[in-house]
């Protein structure tokens, strides 16, 4: 219980002072936005601040702070503190710098960014890399509500029917002005996806006093409680996903990016959702640890199906017509998120091949093929394109990382604000290598033999960062439009 609570007050604190930090160090100020330079009714919108954030936190809050901190809860407390430092840390970082760099750069795609300022070889594996993973994304975000709203369905309206609903709905939400759908629905969905939270977090607390299920806290709990005991490193900081730090995050922020009004609204959306998404994801690791936690050991349950135990801790938490409104709240997560998935895939392939979005028919020729492609994806184990997410997110996040630290180091007049995203990239840099070079879906190798290569590749990481960027450069104070460079 006090883990948790000092886990909540960390990430709120983090939000204020080093969220403020990390404003301070890119520097905001009062130039146009693209929003109000390029208002275009499709997708250069200006919105109201409360109405981005909202839009923002459903975009980025899909199943990983749910599905993935349910996962990491299996190594016990221990992933609080991945969860809430890797927020304030990394995951902040992250979606703020990366979001403002698209914004200075007339709303582009995270892959024309990364070209810009890493180089054109870079920017072609990033388009690549971010449209495959935009697709995955969405097809995970497709088929998991798919089986979550079955579950609260007649059988015979099953995960398929399901998936071909939101397939046809994605599909509206693809091609249609930011406005028109999501616009007007996030805005709902974010209720039900606040009130969710405040469910699950608030009867878990209950719990916990009544001693019907006691909160599990970090210094009681140190060891590595998985119940294979798979290592911590680096299973548990790739398995929690969008939890903590998200690249699929960079690749929604350019849209928000395009409506933002003010440079100066940016802690608030783009820090704060991300702060928002952390205690998200705090709420069901705590509450998933302190569930399944049973004659001192935890138990295997997240592996069986994350859809069923998602289900049976909602219902069992606040009772059925309550477990129903936080199912709500789980299901509206994904579908917000995977909608806007695709769509940002139609945007960073438009940017890519330089076609005009304004004409109907060219949205439409780019969002059948990218939702024909998703749909055919939805037809593998749902398992097996979950843990290729959850590596190439990771790997994105270490890419853009690197991107926004090469871009404080040459825009900045200290070059050393550049360490606040050099540190989490080189620290990522050894958990993605690490991972794929273990896991099933990787090369299998030996874990010993995977961390030392994981470290080795991020030591080498920084000294070519620190070699061929940091030490040469001299830093600028000013940004030039993405725009200009073309």
Known sequence: MVTFLLGVAILIVGYIVYGALVEKVFQPDDRPTPAVANEDGIDFVPMATWRIFLIQLLNIAGLGPIFGAITGALWGPSVYLWIVFGTILAGGVHDYISAMQSERNNGASISEIVGKYMGPVMRQVMRVFSVILLVMVGTVFMVGPAGLIALL?????????????????????????VDKIIGKLYPVFGIALILMAVLIGGATVINHFTGKAPMLELWEH??????????????????????????????????????????????????????????????????????????????????????????????????????????????????????????????TIADWLKIDQQDLKKRLFLTIPVLGIGYLISLVDYNI??????????????????????????YREKKAAAWIAALPATFMAAVSCSYILQAKEGFGLMAGLSNIIGVVFAAACLIFFLIKVYIPTHSVLEDVPLALKR
């Open 153 to 177: 369905t007649p059988e015979v309206l099953n995960v398929k029917f399901w998936t071909i609903v939101i397939l046809m709905y994605y599909t509206l939400a693809t091609f249609l002005p």
């Open 222 to 347: 140190t060891n590595n409680m998985h119940p294979n005991q798979l290592p911590r490193w680096p299973m548990m900081f790739i398995s929690v996903a969008c939890g903590a730090l998200s690249g699929f995050h960079a690749t929604q922020s350019p849209l928000m990016a395009r409506c933002i009004k003010s440079e100066r609204s940016g802690r608030t959306i783009f820090y704060g959702t991300m702060v928002a998404e952390g205690v998200i994801a705090l709420i069901w690791a705590a509450a998933a640890s302190a569930f399944f936690y049973k004659g001192g050991i935890l138990h295997d349950v997240a592996f069986a199906g994350n859809n069923t135990t998602v289900y049976e801790m909602s219902t069992t938490l606040v009772g059925p017509i309550g477990g129903i409104i936080a199912m709500i709240g789980v299901i509206a997560c994904p579908i917000t998120s995977g909608d806007t998935a695709f769509r940002a895939a139609r945007l």
């Open 385 to 410: 394109v979950w843990r290729y997410f959850s590596w190439s997110n990771q790997t994105l996040a270490m890419i853009v990382l690197w991107c926004a630290a090469v871009y404080l180091v040459r």
